[in-house]
């Protein structure tokens, strides 16, 4: 991507702290990074190193306990409709079609219901879906299910999407699949997406950048470029070395870490 892309989200210093039972957690600590527009950007740590909350504080969901993010150079301290979040557990309405989850988000819009179906049914076309807008959720396998989930926040027309893990309860061909999926809508929509995830190969093969986390409390260990062409070949050298640069970051003691990074 053009690196000289204006910046569209600033984090600066922010910490995050907790307090239970006059205790206080502090899970975040000191983080600064930007985001450039158009961008990919992976989040990349292990289990409780505050991946999500960060997250969930870029996107507004949360406030900082210091510092500040910027979207667009102004204060992010609440939800705005410049950025969705997407969840691995797809957050349709079981009672609802594809096409009506599709067009949930439009309904509180000033556009006409034959606007908002013609826009549903484009997202939806867009992900793949044409001709399923009548089934339920649970007539869709979950690959499917996620790509509905995807087509609502793109009808929102989104500058920024954050995504928890989306594919983490996938099968390894369907998650393949729906990463290739992401970044041919995304090279569409010019879309800027942040991506949690604490799968390795997952963070090479769609981010332009990665930062790593490490934990106790939270903190940006390393950002890593990834200057390769995309889509990706997984079996590449190049690939292969990103994949080792990011593996030699992390200190496994135990198999279990292994497992959890998807090794």
């Known amino acids: 991507m053009d690196r000289q892309q204006p910046i569209m989200i600033d984090v600066q210093n922010l910490s ?6 006059n205790v206080e957690n502090k899970v975040l600590d000191n983080i600064s990074l930007t985001v450039k527009r158009g961008e990919i950007i992976s989040i990349l740590g292990e289990s409780g190193c505050g991946k999500s909350t960060l997250l969930n504080i870029i996107g507004g969901f949360e406030k900082p306990s210091n510092g ?15 950025c969705i979040m997407l969840f691995q557990n797809y957050g349709l309405l079981p009672w609802r079609s594809v096409l009506k989850n599709v067009e949930f988000g439009l309904e509180n819009l000033k556009i006409n219901p034959t606007e908002r179906t013609e826009k549903a049914v484009h997202y939806l076309d867009l992900v793949g879906l044409k001709g399923k807008e009548g089934l339920f959720p649970h007539e869709l ?4 299910q996620q790509r509905v989930g995807i087509a ?10 954050l995504m928890d893990e989306p594919f983490a309860a996938l ?93």
């Open 16 to 21: 995050k702290s907790f307090t239970n039972k």
């Open 68 to 82: 500040h993010i910027f979207l667009d150079g102004e204060v992010m301290n609440q939800p705005s409709r410049k």
């Open 141 to 144: 396998s979950g690959g499917m």
């Open 152 to 161: 609502r926040a793109l009808a929102l027309q989104p500058e920024l999407i």
């Open 171 to 263: 099968d390894t061909f369907n998650r393949y699949y729906l990463q290739n999926e992401l970044l041919r809508i995304q090279a569409q929509e010019k879309t800027t997406i942040i991506l949690v995830t604490h799968d390795i190969d997952e963070a090479v093969y769609l981010s332009d950048r990665i930062f790593i986390m490490h934990p106790g409390p939270g903190r940006i260990h390393r950002e890593i470029n990834i200057s390769l062409s995309k889509p990706r070949d997984r079996s590449n050298s190049d690939f292969q070395h990103y994949r080792n640069l990011i593996f030699k970051e992390f200190h496994f003691s135990n198999p279990e870490a292994l497992l959890e990074f998807n090794i």
